[in-house]
């Protein structure tokens, strides 16, 4: 049974940080690609960051520079490190694992991030 939980999510002011995690519990978490979506009022869900299990990393054009996406296999949790927050930045945060073995996404319930003017 695999859950993903995030964590971390709130209102803070534009120009300020917020760090979110995702705890992952169950499944092989070492192997799986992480990756963080988000989703805003009447837009697409979106990728923001992902990792691979080597520590690879990705990032959408819009938070380079800004977020960071990190991974401590042996807390089998994944985080995302935002700062410079924009109010363009609020949204629906989902945490997602996919498992390439089993050929399955696995989400977190999503966490809401709301960034202020």
């Known amino acids: 049974q695999v859950r993903l939980v995030e964590s971390g999510g709130g209102l803070v002011q534009a120009g300020k940080s917020l760090t979110l995690a995702c705890a992952a519990s169950g499944g092989t978490f070492s192997t799986w690609v992480m990756g963080w979506y988000r989703q805003a009022p009447g837009k697409q869900r979106e990728v923001v960051a992902g990792?691979?299990?080597?520590?690879?990393?990705t990032y959408a054009d819009f938070v380079k520079g800004r977020f960071i996406i990190s991974r401590d296999n042996a807390k089998r949790t994944v985080y995302l490190q935002m700062d410079s927050l924009k109010p363009e930045d609020t949204a629906v945060y989902y945490c997602?694992?996919?498992?390439?073995?089993?050929?399955?996404?696995?989400w977190g319930q999503g966490i809401q991030v709301t960034v202020s003017s």
């Open positions: 997602n694992a996919y498992d390439v073995k089993e050929v399955r996404n696995y």
């Open positions: 990792i691979i299990e080597a520590g690879r990393t």
